[in-house]
């Protein structure tokens, strides 16, 4: 059974830097799709960055592109999302997901496997 545990959230100041990481445990993860969603509250699940784990194409929305940067450790069968210049809009509880295929995928639907969630709150 797929396993996502997410780590690294927590309390900065605007324009400050986080690290997320996503643990995942359970299958060979070479033909997934690894996905970071978030969700503040009041508002729908949203896609911030997904990443193939064989090959490797990432891609972001528009609103992180160019300050979130997504990656992967192998070994570690653990992905990350390196957050910076962080906004008080970025506040939001941040979810990891995996699909057993390698697409390009922004619905978060189109994912079968999600994490618990960690809290990531930036102050003004």
């Known amino acids: 059974q797929v396993q996502l545990v997410e780590s690294g959230g927590g309390l900065v100041q605007a324009g400050g830097s986080l690290r997320l990481s996503c643990a995942a445990s359970g299958r060979t993860f070479s033909s997934y799709t690894m996905g970071w969603f978030r969700q503040a509250p009041g508002k729908e699940r949203e896609f911030v960055a997904g990443i193939r784990w064989s090959g490797g194409s990432i891609y972001y929305s528009d609103s992180v592109k160019g300050r979130f940067t997504v990656s992967r450790d192998n070994a570690k069968n653990t992905v990350y999302l390196q957050m910076n210049s962080l906004k008080p809009e970025d506040t939001a509880v941040y979810y990891c997901?995996?699909?057993?295929?390698?697409?390009?995928?922004?619905?978060?639907?189109?994912?079968?496997?999600w994490g618990q969630g960690t809290q990531v709150t930036v102050s003004s």
């Open positions: 997901a995996a699909k057993p295929i390698l697409a390009l995928m922004t619905r978060p639907s189109d994912y079968d496997y």
